[in-house]
């Protein structure tokens, strides 16, 4: 398995569709249990795990975002990501007005998040949960998120799935776990 960003990933479902076995889990778990059919890639890098969401559950559309440019511009160079869905955004308290509009204009209803709560709230606790409360209250019903795998030595309190579950909890209900991966339902 390689890491997330790596341009081998991307040959390997450019060149012989196969997708990467870092995203099995989460796959896993939205082809159990996803009942949208426009989705946010939260966080996509490169977008293969957006990509195999909308391939394999005839998904209406993914939305891919993240902060990496080159990730995404290596993403929409494979045709891995639709540039009519690609936002370079870095999501913060200062863009999430704008990120909540990508929300709304796209009518998502569902988000995936697979290793990346640390980077997004791990530092600001409150605005995970203002995150939260922000898209339960514009009708995003289901999260996706698949959280680290569990180390003595981490740092970032969201360090684990538990941790990254407790951010959404005033909204969201733990439904399904497998593995590291958990599905919130909106309350
Ligand atoms: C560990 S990678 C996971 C990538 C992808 N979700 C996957 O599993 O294949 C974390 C990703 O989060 C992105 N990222 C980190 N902080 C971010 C932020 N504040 N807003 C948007 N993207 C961010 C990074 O650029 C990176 O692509």
């Not at 559950?57 to 494979?78: F, M, N």
């Not at 538990?162 to 951010?167: H, Q």
């Amino acid at each position: 398995m390689g890491r997330f960003d790596a341009p081998e990933l991307v040959q390997r479902w450019q060149q012989l569709g196969e997708y990467s076995r870092i995203h099995d889990d989460i796959t896993h778990m939205a082809m159990s249990h996803l009942n949208a059919k426009r989705v946010m890639d939260l966080c996509c890098s490169t977008g293969l795990l957006g990509r195999r969401l909308l391939d394999c559950l005839k998904l209406e559309r993914v939305t891919w975002v993240d902060s990496s440019k080159p990730a995404i511009d290596a993403g929409l160079a494979a045709n891995v990501i639709d540039c009519k869905y690609a936002y370079v955004m870095r999501v913060d308290r200062q863009s999430l007005a704008a990120f909540m509009g990508i929300i709304g204009r796209e009518s998502l209803t569902a988000i995936v998040a697979r290793r990346c709560m640390p980077e997004l709230f791990g530092y600001d606790l409150q605005l995970g949960r203002d995150f939260a409360a922000a898209i339960a209250g514009a009708g995003v019903t289901q999260i996706f998120l698949e959280g680290r795998v569990p180390s003595p030595n981490a740092v970032n309190p969201l360090s684990s799935i538990d941790d990254e579950v407790e951010i959404f909890t005033a909204h969201y209900k733990d439904a399904y776990r497998y593995r590291n991966v958990a599905v919130l339902v909106k309350l």
